[in-house]
């Protein structure tokens, strides 16, 4: 008989103020100043994302155009268009990916 397949544990994920507190401690900043880095990389983040924003070692953000397309209502079935936008992506680099996935 096979075994059902087992949940991984779920853990939260860091909050703002215990990344704060990692980099603070990393750094032998103030918990105070490392909140205010966290908050400047966050507002040059969205200043600067229509010429795409980069994070090294981690990924970018990009403004991404998307066409006009034919899409369907789940309840009914009906056919409705969905207009252009533009919306924002992240894109994870490469280094990121290899380091999380454990691959080489």
Do not use: C, H, W
């Not at 490392?34 to 970018?60: D, H, M």
């Not at 009914?76 to 268009?81: E, H, L, P, S």
């Amino acid at each position: 008989m096979a075994k059902a397949p087992t949940k991984a544990p779920t853990t939260k994920p860091l909050t703002k103020s215990q990344i704060a507190a990692e980099l603070a401690a990393l750094s032998g900043l103030t918990k105070t100043a490392a909140v205010e880095i966290l908050e400047f990389i966050a507002q040059l983040a969205y200043k600067n994302a229509k010429n795409t924003f980069t994070l090294p070692g981690l990924g970018k953000l990009v403004l991404v155009n998307r066409k006009a397309r034919v899409g369907r209502n789940p309840a009914t079935g009906a056919t409705i268009q969905i207009a252009a936008k533009r919306v924002v992506k992240f894109r994870v680099a490469k280094a990121a990916k290899d380091a999380i996935l454990g691959t080489k």
